[in-house]
């Protein structure tokens, strides 16, 4: 007999039921719903999740993006094998998906949103929160995700969500196709009744593929590889969704070859790899991106080549250089004409590496005896910027950086995603584990750590997470502290006071913006934002959320604060206010140019000044051919 079930009962049931597999090993798809219920979804959803909380988690959120961000945080630890999927209420409770699903989608990594949406039937036209739109009556808010989507469908009958579905589980796990996927479900469709055939919620595996290389790209990979005198690997997030980690390892081992990564790739190997030079592009280190202005063949792997990555075209400065793109994606293997490895990173590396050990392939000692010494020499510029001579002054940023580098183990994972931390992090932080770096690049979104948090807490038990935040991004996205009280999630919240926006308050004193609009201080009479400093209280505001708050002034009151918050099992924040020197951060300056546009024609000196040095460096730009 069919079981008789509403559209919203029999997606619940129909999600509980499917899996993952790869390598052998079976996870469930779908390991819970986030939701915030209103009338859009309170009596379809929300009543089928209570129906079926024996099979299907629920956990409360405070705002929908951060919903999805902690989805996705949990996506990306999961190595994008597992899931969550996020429902919300009509009207803003949808459009607040919008910017989570960008992120997901651009970064590749796997959420199921399922908006509510408004009646199908149309009993009533406009019902509250509908958008009408003169011109067509099949359109909604929910058409702002479909180009943020991987998959978008509008479920308006019972019947159409069983293609639906099917179709939404392709997508999410794919390892080409994967992202954000919406399925918007009109309120009164949620609700209503049909009668389902039992197969559709039987347990289905899907088949996470392994594709290998195909033999005449693989063939032609190798000789590119042996004909050149100067190559580069550079790691993308492409190596950690597949768990290449051992294979990049084993690669880098026998041919001699360094690797440098991008923020995505951060972490494919330790930080004391013989064959890891650090991060590459506008944010990456003096020894890798000398590299890659000698580099007679760049060796993409799992990368997307952004424009930090390229330093906006201007990095890759050999006349001769040639690009050979290992990646699970054609359309990221044939960026900058280069060849075409279309594979999964892991099998890929794998056939490539016993490929060359046929042939005895390794590079030249002269050429890793120079890197290991500009690595070495690298490294002492770290120290330098983590030791704090004096223990009783507000540190600057790298000392923080180099507070926390000293209390933490292999175990421990960082997350952040924009401000000037991701820049020092990238330059500095010294990765002692495959997963340890979680900075969130694609998108670089302010607000996205404290969520994701929660979802890495939630795929990662027992470790020790970090959501590293600076003012700017506190202010963004606070509100899930509350969850983490909530569901005694204990990560670690790492905030950072600087007064401002001052990643982007440092990028317009370089483009000639004098700063303008970045500081949080009241008016001058000019008109700018230069007057005294906001009074301010984060770290009451942390506490009145719920967070045990551990404020630090000093370098030695920071260590201190840092130890004891790792080793606390409730929500714990470090606030501490950092000594700025105008809001600089007191990292090493920008190895490598980054394309921001300045004013053409203007009357202040500073923008005509900055103007200059742009078109110096815009001339060196190539397009690669």
Same mark, same amino acid.
């Given at each position: 007999?069919? +079981?008789?079930?509403?559209?919203?009962?029999?997606?619940?049931?129909? &999600?509980?039921?499917?899996? $993952?597999?790869?390598?052998?090993?079976?996870?469930?798809?779908?390991?819970?719903?986030?939701?915030?219920?209103?009338?859009?979804?309170?009596?379809?959803?929300?009543?089928?999740?209570?129906?079926?909380?024996?099979?299907?988690?629920?956990?409360?959120?405070?705002?929908?993006?951060?919903?999805?961000?902690? %989805?996705?945080?949990?996506?990306?630890?999961?190595?994008?094998?597992?899931?969550?999927?996020?429902?919300?209420?009509?009207?803003?409770?949808?459009?607040?998906?919008? !910017?989570?699903?960008?992120?997901?989608?651009?970064?590749?990594?796997?959420?199921?949103?399922?908006?509510?949406?408004?009646?199908?039937?149309?009993?009533?036209?406009?019902?509250?929160?509908?958008?009408?739109?003169?011109?067509?009556?099949?359109?909604?808010?929910?058409?702002?995700?479909?180009?943020?989507?991987?998959?978008?469908?509008?479920?308006?009958?019972?019947?159409?969500?069983?293609?639906?579905?099917?179709? @939404?589980?392709?997508?999410?796990?794919?390892?080409?196709?994967?992202?954000?996927?919406?399925?918007?479900?009109?309120?009164?469709?949620?609700?209503?009744?049909?009668?389902? +055939?039992?197969?559709?919620?039987?347990? =289905?595996?899907? @088949?996470?593929?392994?594709?290998?290389?195909? +033999?005449?790209?693989?063939?032609?990979?190798?000789?590119?590889?042996?004909? %050149?005198?100067?190559?580069?690997?550079?790691?993308?997030?492409?190596?950690?969704?597949? =768990?290449?980690?051992?294979?990049?390892?084993?690669?880098?081992?026998?041919?001699?070859?360094?690797?440098?990564? $991008?923020?995505?790739?951060?972490?494919?190997?330790?930080?004391?790899?013989?064959?890891?030079?650090?991060?590459?592009?506008?944010?990456?280190?003096?020894?890798?991106?000398?590299?890659?202005?000698?580099?007679?063949?760049?060796?993409?792997?799992?990368?997307?080549?952004?424009?930090?990555? $390229?330093?906006?075209?201007?990095?890759?400065?050999?006349?001769?250089?040639?690009?050979?793109?290992?990646?699970?994606?054609?359309?990221?293997?044939?960026?900058?004409?280069?060849?075409?490895?279309?594979?999964?990173?892991?099998?890929?590396?794998?056939?490539?590496?016993?490929?060359?050990? &046929?042939?005895?392939? =390794?590079?030249?000692?002269?050429?890793?005896?120079?890197?290991?010494?500009?690595?070495?020499?690298?490294?002492?510029?770290?120290?330098?910027?983590?030791?704090?001579?004096?223990?009783?002054?507000?540190?600057?940023?790298?000392?923080?950086?180099?507070?926390?580098?000293?209390?933490?183990?292999?175990?421990?994972?960082?997350?952040?995603?924009?401000?000037?931390?991701?820049?020092?992090?990238?330059?500095?932080?010294?990765? =002692?584990?495959?997963?340890?770096?979680?900075?969130?690049?694609?998108?670089?979104?302010?607000?996205?750590?404290?969520?994701?948090?929660?979802?890495?807490?939630?795929?990662?038990?027992?470790?020790?997470?970090?959501? &590293?935040?600076?003012?700017?991004?506190?202010?963004?996205?606070?509100?899930?502290?509350?969850?983490?009280?909530?569901?005694?999630?204990?990560?670690?919240?790492?905030?950072?006071?600087?007064?401002?926006?001052?990643?982007?308050?440092?990028?317009?004193?370089?483009?000639?913006?004098?700063?303008?609009?970045?500081?949080?201080?009241?008016?001058? +009479?000019?008109?700018?934002?230069?007057?005294?400093?906001?009074?301010?209280?984060?770290?009451?505001?942390?506490?009145?959320?719920?967070?045990?708050? &551990?404020?630090?002034?000093?370098?030695?009151?920071?260590?201190?604060?840092?130890?004891?918050?790792?080793?606390?099992? !409730?929500?714990?924040?470090?606030?501490?206010?950092?000594?700025?020197?105008?809001?600089?951060?007191?990292?090493?300056? @920008?190895?490598?140019?980054?394309?921001?546009?300045?004013?053409?024609?203007?009357?202040?000196?500073?923008?005509?000044?900055?103007?200059?040095?742009?078109?110096?460096?815009?001339?060196?730009?190539?397009?690669?051919?």
């Amino acid at each position: 007999m069919n +079981p008789r079930l509403t559209v919203a009962q029999a997606l619940v049931r129909f &999600l509980a039921a499917q899996y $993952t597999e790869r390598d052998g090993v079976r996870r469930r798809l779908i390991g819970a719903t986030w939701g915030i219920f209103g009338h859009g979804n309170v009596a379809g959803v929300g009543q089928a999740l209570l129906e079926h909380a024996d099979v299907m988690p629920y956990h409360q959120g405070r705002n929908e993006q951060a919903m999805v961000h902690a %989805a996705v945080g949990y996506a990306r630890q999961c190595n994008r094998l597992s899931a969550h999927a996020v429902t919300t209420s009509v009207g803003p409770g949808a459009t607040n998906l919008v !910017t989570g699903a960008a992120l997901a989608t651009i970064s590749h990594l796997p959420v199921l949103l399922l908006p509510g949406d408004v009646f199908a039937t149309r009993p009533a036209d406009p019902v509250l929160q509908q958008l009408e739109v003169p011109y067509a009556g099949d359109v909604s808010v929910n058409d702002c995700l479909r180009p943020v989507s991987r998959y978008f469908d509008r479920v308006t009958r019972p019947e159409q969500l069983i293609p639906a579905a099917l179709q @939404a589980v392709r997508v999410l796990t794919d390892p080409v196709e994967t992202g954000a996927v919406t399925l918007a479900l009109p309120q009164d469709v949620q609700a209503e009744a049909y009668d389902w +055939p039992e197969e559709f919620f039987a347990d =289905r595996v899907w @088949a996470v593929r392994r594709p290998g290389a195909d +033999p005449v790209e693989l063939a032609e990979a190798v000789r590119t590889v042996r004909d %050149a005198r100067r190559p580069l690997v550079i790691a993308g997030g492409g190596v950690r969704h597949s =768990r290449a980690e051992d294979a990049l390892a084993e690669f880098a081992a026998a041919t001699g070859i360094p690797v440098a990564a $991008t923020q995505a790739g951060k972490g494919a190997l330790r930080w004391d790899h013989p064959q890891d030079v650090g991060g590459v592009g506008h944010t990456g280190t003096a020894t890798a991106d000398e590299l890659a202005r000698t580099a007679d063949l760049v060796i993409g792997v799992g990368t997307r080549y952004t424009d930090f990555t $390229t330093a906006s075209g201007t990095l890759f400065e050999n006349p001769d250089v040639r690009f050979l793109n290992l990646n699970i994606a054609p359309f990221d293997g044939h960026k900058l004409a280069g060849t075409p490895l279309v594979a999964d990173a892991r099998s890929g590396l794998e056939e490539l590496t016993e490929a060359l050990e &046929l042939h005895g392939h =390794r590079v030249t000692a002269p050429y890793v005896a120079e890197y290991t010494e500009d690595k070495e020499r690298w490294e002492q510029r770290v120290d330098a910027c983590y030791e704090a001579d004096e223990q009783d002054v507000p540190p600057r940023q790298p000392q923080v950086l180099g507070a926390l580098d000293a209390v933490v183990d292999e175990s421990d994972i960082v997350i952040n995603a924009a401000g000037s931390l991701p820049g020092d992090l990238h330059q500095l932080w010294r990765t =002692r584990s495959r997963d340890q770096y979680h900075v969130e690049y694609g998108y670089s979104c302010m607000g996205y750590e404290i969520p994701a948090a929660l979802g890495v807490q939630l795929a990662a038990p027992g470790r020790p997470v970090w959501a &590293l935040v600076g003012d700017g991004t506190y202010l963004m996205m606070p509100g899930e502290l509350v969850t983490a009280v909530q569901e005694g999630l204990a990560i670690k919240v790492l905030l950072v006071q600087n007064h401002g926006y001052a990643s982007i308050g440092g990028l317009s004193e370089s483009v000639g913006g004098e700063g303008f609009g970045t500081a949080y201080r009241f008016p001058a +009479p000019d008109g700018t934002y230069t007057g005294a400093p906001l009074p301010v209280d984060l770290a009451a505001n942390a506490a009145s959320l719920g967070m045990r708050v &551990l404020r630090a002034t000093t370098v030695g009151e920071l260590r201190t604060a840092l130890a004891e918050a790792r080793a606390a099992d !409730t929500p714990t924040c470090v606030y501490v206010e950092t000594e700025t020197a105008d809001r600089v951060s007191g990292a090493p300056p @920008a190895q490598a140019w980054w394309d921001v546009p300045v004013a053409a024609t203007a009357t202040r000196a500073s923008a005509v000044k900055a103007r200059e040095l742009y078109e110096r460096h815009a001339s060196t730009r190539r397009r690669h051919l």
